[in-house]
C-alpha cells in the first residue's frame, strides 16, 4: 500500500461518482440528436439531481424505516462497486478486495433493496416493479456470473485488475470465448441498467416501466440519491466492460505519472465512444414485450454458457 | 501477423457465424429470419475470404464470392419477394417456443464439442475449435428445420446447414473440391426455391381455378 494507490483510489471514487451524470446526460443527448431533438445540454443531469437535492422531503403515511434507509443503502452499494472498478488505473489500494463476485453481490443488494422498499409503501405500481424486476434479476445474475466464471476459467482470477494484467500481457489473444462473453455481458448490462429493449429510463407508462415503478414514491434528497445511484450504475457497467474487454491505456503500477495522464484520457474516450454507441443502440432498438424478456436475458445466459463450453476446444483450458 | 493471431481471427469469424445461427432460431419475423441468414452469410463469406488469404489459396475466393452474392444477396431478396407475392404469413410458426429451442441449440452445442474432441485427438486445438464450431452451425441449422413449420424458414434453416458445412470445408487447408461444393450446394438451393415457388403458384391457382371449383361445389351439394 502506497501513498499514490491511495491518492489514485480517492481520485477513482470521486470520477465514478462525479462523471457519472455527464455519462447519463451524454446518452440522453446522443438519442435526443439521433431523434432530431436539440435535447437538453448533456449537464443537464447534474440540474436535476441538485434541483432534487433543494426540494422537500415528502413521505407516504406508512413508509417504514426501510423506507428511509433505502436510498442510502441503494447509493453506497452502487457506489462502493464502482470505486472498486479500475477505470484509469489498476494501481488502487482497494484492489486486492476488488473481486467480480462481489461486485455482482453488491449490485444483488442494492437490487434487493430498492425491490423491498417498492414494496414497502403498499403501491400496486411499487409491487408490479418490484416483481419485475426480481424476474429480470433472476435471469440477469445468472448470465452475469457465468461471465465472470468464463473470464476466470479463462485468466484464473476472478480480480478485473488482474484480468486486465493479463490481457495486457497478451495472454489471451483473439479469443472467441471472450467474444461471447462480451455479448452476454453487454446484454445483462442493457437488463441491469433498465435500458431500452428490457426498460425504458425515460417513461412513466404503467405497461412498460420497471424501475421508474419502484421509486414512484421517493421525493427529494432520496429521489436524488437514487437517481444518482442509477447513473453511478451505468458508469460502473461502462467501466467494466471497457477494463475488461479493451484495457488498451489503462495506467497499471509501475507506470509514472504520463501513464496516469495517458489512461485518463483512454478511460475518457471509452467511455464516451461506450456512451455513443448505446444511445445510437436504443434509438435503433424498440422495446421489448415484457414476456420477452427471459428471451433476451436467457439469450445472454446461454451465450456465456457457449462462452465457457468454448473454452473446453480450445488449448486456453 | 503471426500465425496464432491469424487463427484466432478465423475463429473469431466462425463464432460470428454461429452467433448469427443462434439468432436465427430467436427471430420470430420471417424478414428478420431472412435478415439474419443475409449476415450469416457474410460472415460465412469472410470467414472463407479470410481462409483464402491465410492459405494463400486463391480458389475459396470463388467461394466467398458465391456466399457473398447468392446467399447475402441474391436468395434473401428472392425469399422476401415470394413471401410478398405469396402472401405468406409474416410471423414465424415454431414447433417449439423459442427458449427451448435455444436451450436445445446449446446442448447441440455442447453435443458436437463432445463428439469432435474425442475423434480428432490428434488433431491441434486449431483444426478442433474450427471443426466444432462449424458441426455445431450444422446442427442449429438441423435444429431449424425441425422446429419450423413454414417451407421458406426450413429453406433457410438448410441453407444455414450448407453454412456450416461450407465453414468446415473452408477450415481444412487442402480441402479439395470445396468451390464445387458451394456451386453445387447453390443449385440445390435455388431448386428448393423454385420448387417451393411453382408448389405455392399450384396451390393457389387449384384454389383460384373457377371451373375447378364449381365441380367441387357440384360434389359437396
Known amino acids: 500500500m502506497t501513498l499514490t494507490s491511495i491518492l489514485w483510489q480517492i481520485m477513482q471514487t470521486l470520477i465514478c461518482l462525479g462523471a457519472a451524470p455527464l455519462v447519463t446526460g451524454f446518452v440522453r443527448f446522443v438519442k435526443a440528436r439521433l431523434n432530431g431533438r436539440q435535447g437538453p445540454s448533456p449537464l443537464q443531469p447534474y440540474r436535476d439531481l441538485a434541483r432534487l437535492l433543494r426540494k422537500e422531503l415528502v413521505l407516504a403515511e406508512n413508509a417504514s424505516w426501510l423506507f428511509r434507509i433505502t436510498p442510502y443503502l441503494i447509493f453506497g452499494f452502487t457506489w462502493m462497486a464502482a470505486s472498486l472498478v479500475p477505470s484509469f488505473t489498476t494501481n488502487l489500494v482497494l484492489i486486492p478486495t476488488a473481486d467480480m463476485i462481489t461486485l455482482v453481490a453488491m449490485l444483488g443488494a442494492a437490487r434487493f433493496m430498492i425491490a423491498l422498499a417498492g414494496l414497502d409503501v403498499g403501491t400496486s405500481f411499487g409491487g408490479l416493479g418490484a416483481s419485475r424486476e426480481m424476474m429480470i434479476a433472476s435471469l440477469a445474475e445468472p448470465a452475469m456470473l457465468m461471465t465472470v466464471f468464463t473470464l476466470a476459467l479463462l485468466t484464473g482470477t476472478t480480480s478485473p485488475a488482474r484480468i486486465v494484467d493479463f490481457v495486457l500481457a497478451g495472454g489471451v489473444g483473439l479469443q472467441v470465448s471472450m467474444g461471447l462473453a462480451l455479448v452476454a455481458m453487454i446484454l445483462v448490462a442493457i437488463a441491469e441498467n433498465g435500458r431500452i429493449p428490457i426498460d425504458n429510463p425515460a417513461t412513466h407508462l404503467e405497461l412498460t416501466m420497471v424501475h421508474e415503478a419502484m421509486v414512484l414514491e421517493y421525493s427529494g434528497r432520496h429521489l436524488a440519491l437514487i437517481e444518482a445511484a442509477a447513473m453511478v450504475r451505468l458508469m460502473l457497467y461502462i467501466s467494466l466492460i471497457s477494463c475488461i474487454f479493451m484495457p488498451w491505456g489503462i495506467s497499471q503500477s509501475g507506470k509514472g505519472l504520463e501513464g496516469l495522464v495517458i489512461g485518463l484520457f483512454a478511460y475518457g474516450f471509452k467511455v464516451m465512444t461506450l456512451a455513443a454507441l448505446l444511445g445510437l443502440f436504443e434509438t435503433v432498438i424498440a422495446k421489448m414485450r415484457v414476456f420477452r424478456y427471459a428471451d433476451f436475458l436467457g439469450g445472454a445466459l446461454l451465450l456465456s454458457l457457449l462462452a465457457t463450453l468454448v473454452l473446453y476446444v480450445s488449448e486456453a483450458v | ?221
Open chain 2, 1 to 221: 501477423m503471426d500465425r496464432a493471431m491469424q487463427y484466432d481471427t478465423a475463429h473469431l469469424i466462425g463464432a460470428m457465424v454461429l452467433l448469427f445461427g443462434f439468432q436465427l432460431l430467436y427471430q420470430r419475423r420471417i424478414k428478420s429470419v431472412l435478415t439474419t441468414f443475409a449476415f450469416q452469410a457474410g460472415a460465412l463469406s469472410i470467414a472463407a475470404a479470410w481462409q483464402a488469404y491465410i492459405q494463400n489459396s486463391p480458389h475459396l475466393y470463388v467461394t466467398a464470392a458465391i456466399a457473398l452474392i447468392f446467399k447475402a444477396f441474391f436468395v434473401p431478396f428472392a425469399l422476401n419477394w415470394l413471401i410478398k407475392r405469396l402472401g405468406i404469413h409474416r410471423s414465424v410458426e415454431t414447433a417449439l417456443g423459442v427458449g427451448p429451442t435455444m436451450i436445445i441449440g446449446v446442448v447441440l452445442v455442447a453435443l458436437s464439442i463432445m463428439l469432435v474432441l474425442p475423434v480428432t485427438q490428434g488433431a491441434t486445438a486449431l483444426t478442433r475449435e474450427n471443426l466444432a464450431m462449424a458441426m455445431s452451425v450444422v446442427l442449429l441449422g438441423l435444429l431449424m428445420m425441425i422446429t419450423r413449420h413454414n417451407a421458406v424458414t426450413q429453406v433457410v434453416g438448410f441453407m444455414a446447414l450448407e453454412n456450416g458445412l461450407i465453414l468446415a470445408a473452408v477450415g481444412v487447408k487442402g480441402m479439395p473440391l470445396v468451390v464445387e461444393m458451394s456451386v453445387a450446394f447453390s443449385v440445390l438451393v435455388a431448386m428448393i426455391l423454385f420448387g417451393i415457388f411453382f408448389f405455392r403458384i399450384r396451390e393457389r391457382f387449384d384454389s383460384l381455378d373457377l371451373h375447378y371449383l364449381e365441380t367441387v361445389r357440384g360434389d359437396r351439394l
